[in-house]
């Protein structure tokens, strides 16, 4: 049931944001019987009843950009059942805060010597943090782990982005969607509730 709640959420925001933010389509292009075919990615995923999907088509299904978000908020949802009003969660890039407590949210800026830049204060809500400048894998060539669904291309460039919702799912995924379009002024942050956020 829950991965199935993660797909729909994952297939909503994938609607809501035209493909910027699609967990279904890889970094690569694919090749089957020595023909290439392209990924529809999360379109081709069909929902049944019961919890079931059925896959319409090849998908390449990575959920590295949005299990996170819906962990935290699973987690706050369990404190919630035990009675507490004022916590926090932080799971590395990806926080959600509850009650009316305030809590200082800093980002880590390792270029310049491991510093932390002061971004607000926090409470009842979720912030998430996406970055090229933490997500290079060596063994692929130091290549960023953020991918233009669009053009499967990866995404190169320094910038930092950060997305503040009311949801932590909601703000895990919309970083991706920020870090490819870069506009801050895009319909689909005020129909989450969102705030982006890109540091330099």
Request: proline share 2%; charged share 25%; with cysteine.
């Amino acid at each position: 049931p829950w991965t199935y709640e993660v797909l729909l959420i994952a297939k909503k925001i994938c609607e809501e944001t035209d493909g910027l933010f699609d967990c279904g389509i890889g970094q690569y292009a694919k090749y089957q019987n020595n023909q290439k075919w392209d990924e529809l990615g999360m379109r081709s995923i069909e929902f049944l009843d019961t919890h079931h999907i059925m896959i319409q088509e090849p998908i390449r299904l990575d959920l590295g950009g949005i299990a996170k978000g819906y962990a935290v908020d699973r987690g706050i949802e369990i404190l919630k059942n035990f009675g507490i009003e004022n916590a926090s969660i932080n799971a590395g890039g990806d926080m959600r805060v509850i009650g009316k407590n305030h809590h200082a949210v800093y980002l880590r800026e390792s270029d310049i010597g491991n510093a932390y830049i002061y971004l607000g204060d926090l409470n009842d809500g979720a912030i998430a943090t996406s970055s090229t400048r933490f997500g290079r894998t060596i063994k692929k060539g130091g290549m960023s782990y953020l991918i233009n669904p669009r053009t499967r291309k990866c995404v190169e460039d320094d910038l930092s982005y950060s997305i503040i919702a009311p949801t932590c799912v909601v703000a895990d995924c919309l970083t991706k969607a920020l870090a490819i379009e870069k506009n801050l002024h895009a319909s689909y942050f005020k129909k989450f509730g969102a705030i982006p956020i890109i540091v330099e």
